[in-house]
């Protein structure tokens, strides 16, 4: 089964509005990454957050980690029609990176 | 700077046949993932490839198999094609030795499609 579950499956806001998407994750982690994926194309890496870390921003999104909840959130701030995508969290183990588990994301679709 | 690059975009085979994925890493990489995404669902890890050996494996049967050359290019090899092996294949470099703590960077897949 897969390491991290995003919630929700689906968002659907209007332009300006905030999105917010959670992932929950089931083990120890080095780190946890959310990932934006358009239509048929490949994953762009958005924000990596440490496990010892609480918050990361960037840009308009935001991320927390919640480690003893084993749980994190993206917040996409004022959003745009052009943030329609579906959106990923993974978490990567071993000792290096590449060998990550995704869940099966959240697809936001942003009305203009 | 090249990102990571995939070929071919799209390919339509028929079950039993076989098939060859191609990745060239982002420049500067020297490490290869390879991942598969059923439509709906999120990649899973096949393999990871460096120094031209396969590190790690995730939980796919050995009909898949995969092989990295000398200038770090990457290929990815399944036999005895099933329906279900339909999907996104996704191939991600990054960097061996520098720590986990860092993003991979993805192409834009091949679209295996198996009739």
């Known amino acids: 089964s897969q390491q991290g579950e995003e919630d929700p499956q689906a968002l659907s806001i209007q332009e300006g509005e905030n999105a917010t998407m959670n992932c929950s994750y089931k083990?120890?982690?080095?780190?946890l990454q959310w990932y934006r994926q358009n239509s048929g194309r490949g994953l762009v890496h958005l924000i990596l957050?440490?496990?010892?870390?609480r918050e990361k921003h960037s840009g308009r999104l935001r991320v927390t980690l919640d480690t003893s909840k084993k749980s994190s959130s993206l917040l996409i701030t004022a959003s745009r029609a052009a943030d329609t995508a579906s959106y990923f969290c993974a978490t990567d183990w071993g000792t290096n990176a590449g060998k990550s588990t995704f869940g099966d994301g959240t697809t936001l679709t942003v009305k203009p | 700077d090249a990102g990571v690059t995939q070929s071919p975009t799209h390919l339509i085979k028929t079950r039993g046949q076989q098939v060859t994925l191609r990745c060239s890493p982002k420049?500067?990489?020297?490490?290869v993932s390879w991942y598969q995404q059923a439509l709906g669902q999120g990649p899973q890890f096949i393999f990871q490839y460096y120094e031209e050996e396969e590190r790690q494996r995730g939980n796919f049967p050995d009909r898949f198999s995969g092989h990295q050359f000398p200038n770090y290019s990457s290929e990815l090899n399944v036999n005895a094609l099933l329906l279900g092996d339909s999907a996104l294949y996704l191939c991600?470099?990054?960097?061996?030795?520098?720590?986990?703590?860092?993003?991979?960077?993805f192409g834009d897949g091949t679209r295996l499609s198996i009739l």
């Open positions: 083990t120890s982690i080095n780190n």
């Open positions: 420049s500067g990489h020297d490490t």
């Open positions: 991600a470099s990054s960097l061996y030795g520098t720590g986990m703590n860092q993003p991979q960077h």
């Open positions: 957050i440490r496990s010892n870390e």
